[in-house]
């Protein structure tokens, strides 16, 4: 028992030490199988954002099976995430513009839409969800 002029530390939760960043992080890219690399500033997802944007790119038919749209994922997480790149806005055009190369370095910026951890590259449990 404490008494009046006896103080207790208590540690809490503290659930600003949980919130995402709201400043972009300058990101080095380097394209696969050349010597390029160019920088561009990500802000990272929130739960909640990266949620509405998987639901979005999940769909199920009447048999009840499901489907995944990875490239609608890809391109709705760069749209959302690249603040400032060498070619602007990141926007539809632009992505469905771009070959294979500038495409995998952009895509190592993606998190997994089925992973466990942030820092986790795209990917998704083949046995789970099928790729549209």
Do not use: H
């Amino acid at each position: 028992m404490t008494t009046e002029n006896e103080t207790r530390e208590v540690k809490g939760f503290d659930f600003n030490n949980y919130i995402v960043s709201k400043t972009p992080d300058a990101v080095t890219v380097e394209v696969p199988g050349t010597t390029d690399s160019f920088e561009v500033l990500v802000k990272p997802l929130s739960w909640s954002k990266r949620n509405q944007i998987i639901s979005k790119n999940l769909n199920w038919d009447a048999t009840g099976s499901t489907s995944f749209n990875a490239d609608g994922y890809v391109r709705d997480c760069l749209k959302e995430m690249v603040t400032e790149a060498p070619w602007g806005r990141t926007t539809e055009t632009f992505l469905l513009s771009i070959d294979d190369k500038l495409g995998a370095a952009l895509e190592t910026l993606v998190p997994k839409a089925f992973g466990t951890g942030e820092d986790d590259t795209i990917g998704m449990d083949s046995d789970t969800v099928k790729k549209e």
